[in-house]
């Protein structure tokens, strides 16, 4: 987890003081990152938003800076939409052919609970039923994929019988009323845009298992970063969750 900086740390103080204090002593983080920030006005243009964010938003190569693509959005509306904050985490679909006994990984042939009849990579087997998809290193009957339920694919599914796209896809609960099946959402923080390339996401998937507050991106196939909690990790993506991130979202 990266740290805020000073001045975002100061804006999201003062904006959810009243409700900390309004829920007294036991309110829990889960609660403060699904906490609005009644703040007016704040960052109604691109300059007042490229004032707090942090110098982290130096564009990567070959993709226009941060602030050039943000006061693009802003002169697209008369005024700007609602921002949320939300925070955001990443998932991807993990190769089988990356994990290896060599790299650290637990390799010992293990199977789903849905699929007892094969058996794969034990580090495999669970970071496939976390992420949702893992990728083969042989293909069952022509299928590349392996699912969290025990099936083969031919393709990466979204909820909605839907192909997840790299880089472009998003998960978010299925009971937050803001989105949609087909819901665009423009994700407005410069190390993610400077990752995926974009700010502009579509919702592909939705889970339980998320927090309202909280968006997934996805990231495509990739070897895992490394054995234990780097499992989880995407090894080409080097951010792993933003914290108190401006959406927009219509």
């Not at 103080?13 to 990152?33: C, D, F, N, Q, S």
């Not at 960052?43 to 938003?57: G, H, L, Q, S, Y």
């Not at 423009?186 to 998937?205: C, H, K, M, S, T």
């Not at 889970?207 to 490394?226: A, H, M, R, T, V």
């Amino acid at each position: 987890m990266k740290p805020f900086n000073l001045t975002t740390i100061m804006i999201c103080l003062a904006g959810l003081a009243p409700a900390l204090k309004a829920a007294g002593p036991e309110v829990t983080w889960r609660e403060i990152l699904a906490t609005p920030i009644p703040r007016e006005d704040f960052m109604k243009t691109p300059e007042e938003f490229a004032a707090v964010i942090p110098p982290r938003a130096v564009a990567a190569e070959g993709i226009r800076p941060f602030t050039e693509v943000l006061k693009a959005i802003y002169e697209t509306f008369e005024k700007p939409p609602t921002t949320h904050y939300f925070f955001c985490t990443v998932y991807y679909t993990p190769r089988e052919a990356g994990f290896t006994e060599e790299r650290g990984f637990n390799t010992t042939p293990d199977s789903l609970r849905a699929l007892r009849s094969k058996k794969f990579p034990h580090d495999f087997v669970k970071a496939t039923y976390v992420e949702g998809f893992g990728r083969l290193a042989d293909p069952v009957n022509g299928r590349p994929y392996l699912s969290y339920d025990g099936k083969f694919h031919t393709r990466i599914l979204g909820n909605r019988n839907n192909t997840l796209l790299d880089r472009e896809s998003i998960a978010v609960h299925r009971g937050n009323p803001l989105f949609g099946k087909t819901t665009r959402a423009w994700i407005l923080d410069p190390e993610l845009y400077n990752q995926f390339g974009a700010v502009r996401f579509q919702v592909g998937d939705t889970g339980g298992g998320l927090y309202k507050s909280q968006i997934d991106l996805y990231w495509g196939e990739d070897d895992p970063l490394g054995p234990g909690a780097d499992v989880w990790r995407p090894a080409s993506c080097d951010v792993a969750v933003s914290w108190m991130v401006p959406v927009l979202v219509w």
